[in-house]
């Protein structure tokens, strides 16, 4: 089992910056993939960006390519989301998630653990 706790959401007005944690906990941070993806009020869950565990690649949706960052520190088993440039669109609840890399492709949208969320808010 992995745990994961995300922190840093709350309020932001539009044009601002703010930067997503994700605490993991559990079995050895080493050979997940780390994601993150977000839900808005009646929306399905979207992805939003992912870091390899292998190489260190990212990927990005379409819609915060350019203006989010995801990065991890693998000695503080943490994960982050960098966002800048936010519009009030990107409101929503973010959730880190993680999954074996030695079981889903690089290109599959599969998580197997999942944080509660972390409420953003981008005010016009």
């Known amino acids: 089992q992995v745990q994961l706790v995300e922190s840093g959401g709350g309020v932001v007005q539009a044009g601002g910056s703010a930067r997503l944690s994700c605490a993991a906990s559990g079995r050895t941070f080493s050979g997940y993939d780390m994601g993150w993806f977000r839900q808005a009020p009646g929306k399905e869950r979207e992805f939003v960006a992912a870091v390899s565990w292998s190489d260190g690649r990212t990927a990005y949706a379409d819609s915060v390519k350019g203006r989010f960052a995801i990065s991890r520190d693998n000695a503080k088993t943490q994960v982050y989301l960098q966002m800048s440039s936010l519009k009030p669109e990107d409101t929503a609840v973010y959730y880190c998630?993680?999954?074996?890399?030695?079981?889903?492709?690089?290109?599959?949208?599969?998580?197997?653990?999942w944080g509660q969320g972390t409420q953003v808010t981008v005010s016009a």
């Open positions: 998630a993680a999954r074996n890399a030695y079981v889903y492709s690089w290109s599959a949208l599969q998580y197997d653990y």
